[in-house]
């Protein structure tokens, strides 16, 4: 969808694409390459193995590809656009969010995102209350989200945005896992080792 070409909600007067930074762009390639490389490694220590073990590795290895080539092209493929009545972000496979233009009372600029993994320029629409209802996200460049902000009536630039800060100056605006960055990664880290243990435990159980 064009700027200048009509939808639903309107005429688009601007629209950003979704992108990748140069870590992002990394660690696709290292999850590729590391499960490719994983096949002739099973191999080389298993020779011995039946054609059907060896299948599964195969099979196990290009669906974690084919999970990741997915979730890349999604990312790729979000784009956020703006009309004289709303802010619509669209994502593949997932519903579009519009959001009216009469509901957003404040946009938050940062040329720094301080969280984990998510780091870069990031503008963040809140309404009345201070609660979130759009991130730029995955719009990268710094010119295109300082454009989006302008869609607030007022807009409050922050060098650097700290979760900390962010939680004094509004507490509504981040979520659970960006608002305790730590805690959502010892979570995290928490649900992969349940997962490995539950492993383990049927492997020796079942196996």
């Not at 997932?94 to 938050?108: F, G, M, T």
């Not at 993994?117 to 991130?135: F, K």
Request: glycine share 8%; aromatic share 4%.
């Amino acid at each position: 969808m064009a700027v200048g070409q009509t939808t639903e909600h309107g005429t688009v007067l601007f629209e950003a694409r979704g992108r990748m930074d140069r870590a992002g762009k990394w660690s696709i390639l290292a999850v590729v390459v590391g499960c490719l490389l994983v096949i002739p490694f099973a191999f080389a220590r298993n020779p011995d193995a039946d054609l059907t073990e060896n299948l599964l590795i195969i099979g196990a290895t290009y669906v974690i590809v084919l999970v990741t080539v997915i979730l890349t092209i999604v990312h790729l493929n979000s784009r956020i656009r703006v009309t004289e009545t709303h802010v619509i972000k669209s994502r593949l496979l997932r519903r579009a969010l519009a959001v009216p233009r009469a509901d957003i009372a404040e946009a938050v600029v940062t040329r720094s995102y301080a969280v984990p993994r998510l780091g870069g320029p990031r503008a963040i629409l809140l309404d009345r209350n201070g609660e979130t209802l759009l991130h730029s996200h995955p719009v990268r460049e710094l010119a295109e989200v300082e454009a989006l902000a302008q869609v607030a009536p007022h807009v409050t630039h922050v060098r650097v945005l700290r979760p900390e800060e962010a939680r004094e100056r509004w507490p509504r605006m981040l979520p659970w896992s960006h608002a305790n960055p730590k805690a959502g990664v010892i979570l995290g880290f928490g649900i992969v080792l349940g997962v490995v243990v539950i492993g383990v435990l049927a492997a020796v159980l079942f196996g």
